[in-house]
């Protein structure tokens, strides 16, 4: 499970303030149940996707852990050698022309941003250790982020440094300022352990945890938060006790309708594969052969069983996934649904009427 083992030392705030102050009144409109809008508000000039008051300060102000602006990748051998990896750590891989690429949530938890280059795309990867949520996403060409000293849903936002908006990973969007309201356009990546990743992807390149910075990446800087059932910052919500606090779910969102998954029983009692729906939406949620979890929106299609890293259908054709995750069969196309990883508390806050699948 995510960061299971990632245990240790406490964070080095930093004590510089924020970007700017969010205003302290909430938009007249009614808000979802998660406390966010379907629709962009306006309130005191400033735009917004979810009530302002939800959002708070972490304490450790702008850029409180430094991000990365240069990076450096490794061969699994010499990543090895680096001797921090621990093989039940997740990280966000993505499958590139030119090999897998593998980011550790190891190093993302001291950096919170990561800026990259994939091929001629400038891309980030975030992580934030108190959600559990991140992943690899597009970038516009020079643009740049940090970590902006705000929380919301107990999820770390991050801004863009050229209109300093806000942006949530657990919504997938920017929620506050002159952006709110634009998406998180992913890479295609997915979520995978370590130990999977390199027993897939032998060649394949690795995050380096010489990053310039003396930091003790085989160690989390919260400590034991991950382990223990305690938050540190409230929630828009209850939380749905239908699943402990921090057990690790895959989050998807579907015209509204939202459902989680756990990828244990999926893989126990499912097959690694379940034709499912979201809300009027038929999608199929299945693991491949290096422990990813996937999902697509299938239509009218019935699949049978996962064959390695594709998907047999109940007539026998088989279906294979390209890099941006869409299933391919000759000319048909089923497309990848994004999806997010986070902690259940802060799935069940921002979507309380989600459905789960799950061992309860």
């Known amino acids: 499970m995510l960061g299971l083992m990632l245990l240790g030392s406490g964070c ?15 938009p007249s409109a009614e808000a979802a149940p998660g406390g966010f809008y379907n629709d962009v508000q306006k309130v005191r ?4 996707t979810v009530r302002p008051t939800d959002i708070m300060s972490n304490g450790q102000g702008v850029d409180g852990f430094p991000v990365l602006t240069e990076t450096t990748f490794v061969s699994v051998e010499a990543a090895e050698a680096e ?3 621990l093989g039940e750590i997740m990280g966000y891989a993505v499958d590139t022309t030119e090999g897998s690429r593998f980011y550790s949530t190891q ?6 941003v990561v800026h990259d280059k994939i091929g001629d795309q400038d891309v980030i990867a975030v992580h934030s250790v108190l959600s559990g949520t991140g992943g690899v996403y597009n970038r516009e060409e020079g643009e740049e982020y940090g970590l902006s000293g705000y929380v919301w849903n107990s999820d770390a936002l991050f801004y863009d440094r050229s209109s300093e908006s806000l942006w949530s990973v657990l919504l997938g969007e920017a929620v506050y300022g002159k952006r709110a309201g634009e998406d998180l356009e992913s890479v295609g990546f997915y979520t995978v352990s370590w130990d999977q990743w390199k027993a897939a992807n032998p060649n394949g390149l690795v995050l380096s945890s010489d990053t310039g ?8 800087p919260y400590g034991d938060y991950i382990v223990v059932r305690d938050l540190i910052f409230e929630t828009t919500n209850d939380i749905v006790p239908a699943l402990v606090t921090k057990a690790v779910i895959t989050g998807v969102v579907v015209n509204d309708a939202a459902k989680a998954y ?3 029983p999926l893989v126990q009692l499912g097959g690694r594969l379940l034709n499912d729906n979201v809300g009027d939406t038929n999608i199929v949620t299945w693991v491949d052969s290096k422990g990813a979890l996937h999902i697509n929106v299938r239509d009218d299609v019935e699949f049978d069983r996962v064959q390695d890293e594709d998907l ?5 054709r088989l279906w294979k996934i390209d890099e941006m995750g869409n299933l391919l069969n000759g000319n048909s196309l089923l497309s990848r649904v994004s999806t997010t990883e986070a902690f259940w508390f802060a799935w069940s806050a921002t979507h309380p009427h ?3 699948y799950a061992i309860v």
């Open 354 to 356: 989600s459905e789960l």
């Open 83 to 85: 001797d921090y990896l």
């Open 45 to 48: 000039g400033n735009k917004t």
């Open 262 to 264: 756990q990828i244990g």
């Open 312 to 316: 047999l259908d109940v007539n026998g």
């Open 12 to 26: 080095t705030a930093d004590t510089n303030s924020n970007i700017y102050s969010v205003v302290d009144k909430d």
């Open 213 to 220: 910075y003396a930091r003790r990446y085989d160690l989390s």
């Open 107 to 112: 190093v993302l938890a001291w950096h919170g």
